[in-house]
């Protein structure tokens, strides 16, 4: 299964993509243990592309790619934008 | 080049709280850490009450907030609180991530309900928190010296000593990381009551908040301290309010 990661370089650290994670209860956006506190996000919770909140949210373009291409997803294409108001089981 | 006003009075506080900073109720934390008395459950005790405080900190600087008025003091006194602002819901998310990432509770939900993450108003954990609240009312420069060069002199003295003896490393990094933070919030004190303390009124004002945040902290760290190690708690808030002389 394809995996997202955060483009440091792109990311303005807004934190939506947090706010949305852990209100659905996945909690795979964490503040990395460093003293930047970078955003990362954590492939074994993340379960993009069931889940796609955070791509909807970002407001950075192409601050959220897809690791294993770097396909860029903010704004989320088309094929990729589903996301749920309530919380999924995973 | 100008005299910054407030340079000896920061130094002088600076210098009180650094005193301080390793004779702290936490020193009992770090003992027990140095031989290998603390494991899990301590952790989570630790963390979970930290990170009531940190929340709380939503609450005081709301607060302080309000008190800012158009023109009150430069724009870079304000553009440091809001970075204080942000860096200190930066300390509270790694809390939370820390109590998750342990699987210490599942949910954020079950964080806000579990003893540890629950916020009670008889404890002193309240009792600092509304006090720093409470200096809401006072210039900016006064809360600022309370808690920049009282308090978090305090905090950082502690999560040093703590961090050194510290073998979880998730744990360590949790302090660890926020080290930078903590010193430049130090240095936004130093550099506030440098530059906008120059009467002596306001000097006694700086140097009674800034007592008061340390004892009022201090009492909190002794809460922290007795919940962590599981022993009866001794705190006893202290009613005869601190005056200026004193």
Redesign the interface.
């Given at each position: 299964m394809p995996t997202l990661k955060i483009d440091h370089e792109r990311c303005t650290e807004c934190?939506m993509c947090?706010l949305a994670c852990?209100e659905l209860?996945l909690?795979a956006v964490?503040?990395?243990?460093?003293?930047l506190?970078r955003l990362e996000i954590d492939p074994h919770k993340c379960t993009y592309p069931v889940c796609t909140v955070c791509l909807a949210y970002c407001p950075a373009e192409g601050s959220i790619v897809e690791a294993e291409s770097g396909r860029w997803l903010v704004p989320p294409p088309p094929d990729v934008h589903r996301w749920w108001l309530k919380p999924v089981s995973v | 080049m100008t005299e910054l006003p407030g340079k000896e009075l920061a130094q002088e506080l600076i210098q009180k709280s650094r005193e301080e900073s390793r004779s702290t109720p936490m020193e009992a934390v770090i003992t027990a850490a140095r031989e290998g008395k603390f494991h899990g459950e301590e952790g989570f005790r630790l963390i979970g009450r930290l990170w009531t405080l940190e929340r709380l900190f939503y609450y005081i600087y709301g607060g302080w907030g309000q008190g800012l008025e158009i023109g009150d003091f430069s724009p870079s006194v304000k553009y440091l609180f809001s970075r204080q602002i942000m860096d200190e819901s930066t300390h509270e998310m790694l809390y939370l991530d820390m109590l998750l990432r342990k699987r210490w509770v599942r949910t954020q939900k079950e964080a806000f309900q579990h003893p540890y993450g629950q916020f009670a108003i008889d404890s002193a954990l309240a009792y600092h928190a509304f006090s720093l609240r409470n200096l809401a009312t006072y210039p900016h420069s006064v809360r600022i010296a309370a808690l920049n060069l009282g308090a978090k002199i305090l905090e950082l003295g502690w999560m040093e000593g703590l961090a050194e003896v510290l073998t979880d490393e998730d744990l360590r990094s949790v302090f660890t990381s926020q080290f930078v933070e903590n010193r430049s919030h130090i240095n936004m004190g130093r550099r506030i009551v440098e530059e906008c303390v120059s009467k002596p009124f306001e000097a006694e004002l700086c140097r009674w908040a800034c007592k008061v945040a340390r004892r009022d902290y201090c009492m909190f760290l002794q809460e922290l301290s007795d919940v962590v190690l599981g022993r009866e708690p001794v705190v006893e808030a202290r009613t005869i309010p601190l005056r200026v002389n004193d």
């Open positions: 934190r947090y852990r209860n909690n964490y503040v990395a243990l460093e003293p506190h | -």
